[in-house]
């Protein structure tokens, strides 16, 4: 039967041609609906995680309206998606028709100018082999949208799981002891994805027990510094050194643990303002607690255990060489947070707009 097998085989190349053809295309519009996808969450989270901002601002409206915009795009690519995946189907199905019944009427016709009954037999046995071919084939073309919905998705995942891990740098590494004494040498760092770099050729060294105000506009590079401090971002080019030794080569564990960070948004964990100012040192008594939470006191002398109180309790209970602290707004009773500070001689980083 070779006939028939250069047909099924035709066939199958016909079908393989269609898949790839359609492929480029619906791979691009599936990733631009799934990043329309992601825009939407993005736009319902945000609002949801703001709800105080957008309620004292009234910005219901806006924001309704960004949902609505961000839900009609994510569907209006769904339906084109949708649409483009249905031609390649649409065009193989003709063809699966033919391998189907075509077949059997050339494979038919032949055998009846067979005599001596050999080609039936091997009619029925093609017929079987040839749907085995074609199958995947034509199963493939109905399943090519969900394939690329899945590779897109796992695509996105691979972004997230694929940047290096910090467990490495959080099992080895050096422990010096630290002064606080820091430099920048030539330091450069771009955010992932960012054409332009947060911080270009960064030089200033400052030593220990300095305390520094950063100050500048939003963007300017002010939480890039700190978070390059914290060891949050080391893909950066140039040196960042403290007392002498670059930040990359010491233990992140340790590095942390070495500073003390109040940041704009104070989170504090489930629980009492005790388990929140122990939670980096489980073992102090509730005399170093009180001893902490006054670091602040107001004018009577009493505890007021708000967020920022609490939080700068907590960072000063472990004693830190380097601090940074972010304060958009005057926090209460930081006078005397950063007197105590800086009586201890730690390096203080203060960023502020």
């Not at 309790?313 to 060489?321: H, I, N, V």
Request: aromatic residues 6%.
């Amino acid at each position: 039967m070779p006939t028939l097998a250069w047909i099924v085989l035709v066939c199958a190349v016909v079908i393989a041609g269609v898949i790839v053809v359609f492929l480029p295309a619906l791979r691009s519009i599936v990733g631009r609906m799934t990043l329309a996808e992601s825009e939407k969450g993005s736009a319902l989270s945000e609002t949801v995680q703001g709800i105080r901002t957008v309620k004292s601002l009234a910005l219901e409206p806006q924001r309704r309206a960004e949902w609505d915009m961000r839900v009609a795009a994510a569907g209006k690519l769904k339906l084109q998606a949708g649409r483009l995946a249905n031609w390649p189907q649409t065009v193989i199905n003709p063809i699966e028709s033919f391998i189907q019944r075509g077949i059997i009427m050339i494979g038919a016709y032949i055998a009846m100018q067979d005599n001596t009954g050999v080609a039936v037999g091997g009619l029925v046995a093609f017929m079987m082999l040839g749907g085995r071919v074609t199958q995947p084939l034509v199963g493939l073309a109905r399943l090519i949208e969900d394939f690329e919905e899945v590779r897109a998705s796992i695509a996105q995942v691979a972004m997230v799981l694929n940047n290096p891990s910090e467990t490495a740098a959080m099992q080895g590494g050096l422990r010096p002891k630290f002064a606080g004494a820091v430099s920048f040498e030539e330091l450069t760092f771009r955010y992932p994805g960012s054409k332009q770099p947060a911080l270009d050729k960064v030089s200033f060294s400052i030593p220990a027990g300095t305390m520094l105000g950063v100050v500048g506009r939003s963007g300017s590079g002010k939480s890039t510094v700190t978070r390059l401090l914290q060891g949050i971002n080391r893909e950066y080019s140039g040196f960042l050194k403290i007392d002498g030794v670059e930040l990359r080569e010491i233990n992140l564990t340790h590095l942390r643990r070495s500073f003390g960070v109040v940041l704009q948004d104070n989170f504090l964990f489930r629980g009492t303002v005790r388990d929140n100012i122990t939670a980096g040192r489980p073992g102090l008594t509730l005399n170093d607690v009180v001893r902490a939470a006054r670091i602040g006191p107001t004018a009577s002398g009493t505890v007021s255990p708000t967020r920022p109180t609490a939080r700068i309790a907590r960072e000063s209970t472990a004693g830190p060489a380097v601090r940074p602290a972010a304060a958009p707004a005057p926090v209460p009773r930081s006078e005397p947070t950063v007197g105590f500070g800086y009586n201890r001689r730690r390096t203080f980083f203060v960023t502020s707009n």
